[in-house]
């Protein structure tokens, strides 16, 4: 999905020694949208483990809603940049940030703040007007993860299957859409790079709930998933 061969902008440099050389590179990588149709359900949230921030059991129940199939990548956001609706992350080629790094223009783009993560939604409404296009929920995120299923991870009980992480990453991102998708036909929900939530974080309230946001503040947002740089436990 990196390379279209029909694509006629494309064959105009299809040159072993062009390709993804200037004026090549922005029709080599493929920087659509593709939306998964999310059907309306409940789900259990938390468990009665000893950790204070998952209790207790909570039923959650939503509404449809459209989800990303993938992770923003680097070329989408540097979309957004060329197009000035967001500004350059300011943290770059360090601690494994993937902004102005060759090679990674497919790979989750990292390293933005919360801020930053919102204002790409919010020029990302822009460009698809009949979508309303915010980070997810805390209760989202979850509920797509989970997939209507009960596996220790988002999509399979094998990690290895459905995610990088510290023992098969190399200690880096990778490329979208490499692993297993779970049973809504989403990525990389486990692994690869932490994603950013709407919800502040806070305690769980008992009893059932719909279509929750979380507290209204609190010190910092929620965020889910695990990294490439995390181990199984």
């Known amino acids: 999905d990196i390379v279209d061969p029909n694509n006629a902008d494309y064959e105009a440099c299809d040159d072993a020694n062009d390709v993804g050389g200037d004026g090549c590179l922005a029709c080599a990588i493929d920087t659509s949208y593709e939306w998964i149709d999310i059907a309306a359900g409940s ?3 938390g468990d009665q483990s000893t950790e204070a921030n998952t209790k207790p059991n909570q039923t959650i129940t939503l509404p449809a809603f459209v989800a990303s199939k993938t992770e923003v990548t680097v070329a989408q956001y540097e979309e957004c940049v060329n197009a000035g609706g967001c500004t350059e992350p300011a943290v770059r080629l360090s601690a494994g940030c993937n902004w102005g790094r060759p090679g990674a223009e497919t790979h989750p783009m990292n390293c933005l703040n919360i801020l930053e993560s919102e204002i790409f939604a919010i020029w990302l409404n822009i460009q698809y007007q009949d979508i309303n296009i915010r980070l997810p929920s ?3 995120w979850e509920y797509v993860a989970k997939a209507g299923k009960n596996y220790l991870y988002s999509g399979s009980n094998s990690l290895d299957d459905i995610a990088w992480y ?4 190399g200690m880096e991102t990778h490329s979208i859409k490499q692993k297993k998708a779970n049973d809504w036909g989403l990525y990389d929900l486990t692994g ?4 950013w939530c709407w ?3 806070g ?12 507290p209204s503040q609190g010190k910092g947002r929620v965020f889910r998933g695990g990294s490439w740089a995390i181990d199984e436990n």
């Open 43 to 45: 789900y259990d949230i």
């Open 138 to 140: 805390e209760a989202e």
């Open 166 to 169: 510290y023992n098969n990453s």
């Open 192 to 195: 690869n790079l932490w994603e």
């Open 199 to 201: 919800d502040w974080v």
């Open 203 to 214: 305690p769980y309230e008992e009893g059932r709930a719909s279509d929750p946001v979380g």
